[in-house]
């Protein structure tokens, strides 16, 4: 089993964001704007969704690395820390899945 995490793939994500768009797709990705970054997100989620209606599992993995990475991208462009994101998942922990989108729904 892997020891990679998401945590190490957002610290690779900060490094190639602080270099040049010549030699890293990610600082590209960043210089087109937020706008450019959540498009791609949709792109890559989309072709997540349309892997999963397939029957390869191996492609079903790749476009889900590829879906996180381009959120953990989306979430470097509106400096929204991955921690943060943990909070509220970890908030949501100690709420059943029905009750806490219940709880939205009246909010």
């Given at each position: 089993?892997?020891?990679?995490?998401?945590h190490?793939?957002?610290?690779?994500?900060?490094?190639?964001?602080?270099?040049?768009?010549?030699?890293?797709?990610?600082?590209?990705?960043?210089?087109?704007?937020?706008?450019?970054?959540?498009?791609?997100?949709?792109?890559?989620?989309?072709?997540?969704?349309?892997?999963?209606?397939?029957?390869?599992?191996d492609?079903?993995?790749?476009?889900?690395?590829?879906?996180?990475?381009?959120?953990?991208?989306?979430?470097?462009?509106?400096?929204?820390?991955?921690?943060?994101?943990?909070?509220?998942?970890e908030k949501?922990?100690?709420?059943?899945?029905?009750?806490?989108?219940?709880?939205?729904?009246?909010?």
């Open positions: 089993m892997s020891r990679f995490s998401l190490d793939l957002a610290s690779i994500i900060d490094a190639r964001a602080a270099s040049s768009g010549e030699v890293s797709y990610t600082r590209k990705l960043l210089d087109k704007g937020s706008e450019h970054c959540a498009k791609k997100f949709g792109e890559e989620a989309v072709e997540t969704v349309i892997a999963a209606i397939g029957d390869d599992r492609h079903l993995i790749a476009e889900s690395a590829d879906t996180l990475f381009h959120l953990l991208v989306l979430l470097k462009s509106r400096g929204v820390r991955l921690d943060e994101v943990e909070a509220v998942l949501r922990t100690g709420t059943s899945g029905l009750e806490e989108k219940a709880a939205r729904k009246r909010d």
